[in-house]
């Protein structure tokens, strides 16, 4: 098996798999990362996102052979429990999640939407997150959450 080199959440990964295996399969199989969710496994709904150089994607039917010399972050790469990310923060005062299966993959969208426009309109918001399927119905407090921390870090 080739050996893959990528960075994961700001660290240097290196690992012997095969280049068509998911990076789904190995995040959460071999790498003990959690947050991405098998949802679809055709890349439709949302719950395995994960960024890469910056762009939300999903990690379910994307091939580890494109991931080498990557940056990708996951969930646990945008803040801790003692320093959480503006956005998990404005998601938890906005009350922005239910049962938790597509949060983390719907962190990741946004992320990735702040990275490109720190300064969203409602409707840059929806369209970055219509990608994301929630089932639970908490898409408007979602979208004022993300625009909640938009104007948080626009102001520090």
């Given at each position: 098996m080739p050996t893959?080199?990528?960075?994961?959440?700001?660290?240097?990964?290196?690992?012997?798999?095969?280049?068509?295996?998911t990076l789904l399969d190995l995040l959460r199989g071999r790498l003990?990362?959690?947050?991405?969710?098998?949802?679809?496994?055709?890349?439709?709904?949302?719950?395995?996102?994960?960024m890469i150089d910056d762009?939300?994607?999903a990690?379910?039917?994307?091939?580890?052979?494109s991931v080498e010399d990557k940056d990708v972050v996951t969930l646990e790469g945008l803040g801790t429990a003692e320093q959480p990310h503006p956005l998990q923060r404005a998601?938890?005062?906005e009350q922005?999640?239910?049962?938790?299966?597509?949060?983390?993959?719907?962190?990741?969208?946004?992320?990735?939407?702040?990275?490109?426009?720190?300064?969203?309109?409602?409707a840059e918001v929806r369209t970055a997150l219509d990608r994301n399927l929630c089932r639970c119905g908490s898409h408007n407090r979602m979208v004022r959450a993300?625009?909640?921390?938009?104007?948080?870090?626009?102001?520090?």
């Open positions: 893959i080199q990528f960075h994961l959440n700001g660290a240097a990964v290196s690992v012997d798999a095969d280049p068509d295996q003990g990362i959690t947050s991405p969710h098998f949802g679809c496994g055709a890349g439709e709904c949302g719950a395995c996102r994960v762009r939300a994607m990690s379910c039917d994307l091939p580890m052979w998601f938890i005062t922005a999640m239910q049962c938790g299966y597509c949060v983390s993959g719907i962190l990741i969208s946004a992320a990735a939407l702040l990275k490109r426009n720190p300064s969203p309109t409602e993300v625009l909640r921390a938009a104007s948080e870090m626009a102001t520090s």
